[in-house]
């Protein structure tokens, strides 16, 4: 079974430019989440949804991150525009449901360098 | 005070060594409790959830104390490939995920 596939994998961009990433969970999974994982942090959720609706996305900063999960399926991720700060790796999950037991699976990740 | 706060480390273990790792959690609605396992560079992977019961995965030990609102990861007989940052996480009744910081292991020879 395919894993949840992210790209890039690598991202490096000036401040105040855009970037976007892209995610694609594993076949059948309703869930999906997107994380930030700053160096020496734990993974902190940006946005979790169900099917195609937004579950929770209170950690989202809104005014420059927005996030879209078109058709329930892919996911994109996008930072518009970018501050040193959000220099980090972009982590994608998915599960099968968002029970309070479900297993996330995560993706390779897309480290970003905001110079 | 961080939803979910965990042993700072790094721990540094002999091999064959017994360590453990606490986490503490300030959301007494929590409702699961899980570790992940992080190696360099990767991504975290699922390594036990955890029961009120307690349960045990070969040389894996979790346990879950409510009423302290705390959880612990045992480890025995560590081995070299044991190495790799432990997170904890916390899942409330709506399905949101809190992660710890992590703990670093390193296991030596």
């Known amino acids: 079974e395919a894993g949840v596939a992210q790209s890039p994998r690598y991202k490096i961009i000036e401040k105040r430019q855009s970037v976007a990433f892209w995610c694609n969970p594993i076949?059948?999974?309703?869930?999906l989440y997107w994380y930030q994982q700053i160096l020496g942090q734990g993974p902190k959720l940006l946005i979790q949804f169900q099917n195609n609706g937004v579950v929770d996305d209170s950690q989202l900063p809104k005014d420059r991150f927005s996030a879209e999960r078109l058709k329930g399926v892919d996911s994109t991720l996008k930072i518009q525009p970018a501050k040193l700060e959000d220099s980090a790796v972009y982590l994608c999950?998915?599960?099968?449901?968002?029970?309070?037991?479900?297993?996330?699976?995560f993706g390779p990740g897309t480290r970003l360098l905001v110079l | 005070r961080k939803e979910v706060e965990q042993d700072p480390g790094p721990f540094n273990v002999p091999e064959g060594a017994t360590v453990a790792f606490n986490c503490t959690y300030s959301n007494s609605a929590s409702q699961s409790f899980f570790w992940y396992r992080q190696d360099c560079r990767k991504e975290p992977k699922l390594l036990m959830s955890v029961y009120s019961s307690g349960n045990e995965d070969g040389r894996f030990t979790a346990q879950l104390n409510r009423a302290s609102q705390y959880i612990s990861l045992l480890i025995r007989d560590s081995k070299l490939s044991d190495s790799a940052t432990y997170l904890c996480v916390v899942n409330t009744n709506a399905g949101k995920s809190t992660f710890g910081d992590g703990t670093t292991l390193t296991v030596k020879p």
């Open positions: 076949s059948g999974h309703a869930t």
């Open positions: 999950a998915s599960s099968l449901y968002s029970g309070v037991g479900e297993t996330q699976y």
